[in-house]
T-cell receptor
Framework: EAGVVQSPRYKIIEKKQPVAFWCNPI?????LYWYRQNLGQGPELLIR????????DSQLPKDRFSAERLKGVDSTLKIQPAELGDSAVYLC??????????????FGPGTRLTVL | DAKTTQPNSMESNEEEPVHLPCNHSTISGTDYIHWYRQLPSQGPEYVIH???SNVNNRMASLAIAEDRKSSTLILHRATLRDAAVYYCILRDVVYAGGTSYGKLTFGQGTILTVHP
């Protein structure tokens, strides 16, 4: 079974430029998450989707960050314009909420963003 | 968000058991204890979870104190591939978007070094 796929793996941009990250979750997983991980820290949740609906975006800086999950499968996270402080690893994860248990999240390898 | 406390780092020798401690004195009755690990340049990986009873799987064992205020992840025979950051997480139930879900809030984790 293929895991969570993210692209690109690395991105270097200048500040004030836009950037987008793409995620393809595990087939059949209806829940998708975007996290940001700063150097030396654990991941922080940015947004959570149930199918195509964003059900928790309370931690997403909405002035410059946006996300979408059209058709409830792939997702894109965008930053416009990027700032120096946005340099981090952006992780996508997916899980299946169809069973009621405390289901595990499966993470992709992440996109390492460097803003110059 | 519920909090956990872990040592910043631990060291082990290859093929020896490793006991990774975690304190969670503010745990509530419905919080599940999750462990994830993150290998270098990869996204976090689910290891194990439990509620009250000790748990075993192919990767590790989870020992939970009777009062649930602490737990220990046990790697029975450490290998070089087990070198990673290990996160102990209390899975909170949060309410957002008219629904509830289990949220993982990562701390800084324990950096495990395994010596050959």
């Amino acid at each position: 079974e293929a895991g969570v796929v993210q692209s690109p793996r690395y991105k270097i941009i200048e500040k004030k430029q836009p950037v987008a990250f793409w995620c393809n979750p595990i087939s059949g997983h209806n829940t998708l998450y975007w996290y940001r991980q700063n150097l030396g820290q654990g991941p922080e949740l940015l947004i959570r989707y149930e199918n195509e609906e964003a059900v928790d975006d309370s931690q997403l800086p909405k002035d410059r960050f946006s996300a979408e999950r059209l058709k409830g499968v792939d997702s894109t996270l965008k930053i416009q314009p990027a700032e120096l402080g946005d340099s981090a690893v952006y992780l996508c994860a997916s899980s299946s909420s169809r069973d009621r248990g405390p289901n595990a999240q499966f993470f992709g390898p992440g996109t390492r963003l460097t803003v110059l | 968000d519920a909090k956990t406390t872990q040592p910043n780092s631990m060291e082990s020798n290859e093929e020896e058991p490793v006991h990774l401690p975690c304190n969670h004195s503010t745990i509530s009755g419905t919080d599940y204890i999750h462990w994830y690990r993150q290998l270098p340049s990869q996204g976090p990986e689910y290891v194990i979870h439990g509620l009250t009873s000790n748990v075993n799987n192919r990767m590790a064992s989870l020992a939970i104190a009777e009062d649930r205020k602490s737990s220990t992840l046990i790697l029975h025979r450490a290998t070089l591939r087990d070198a990673a950051v290990y996160y102990c997480i209390l899975r909170d139930v949060v309410y957002a978007g008219g629904t509830s879900y289990g949220k993982l809030t990562f701390g800084q984790g324990t950096i495990l070094t395994v010596h050959p």
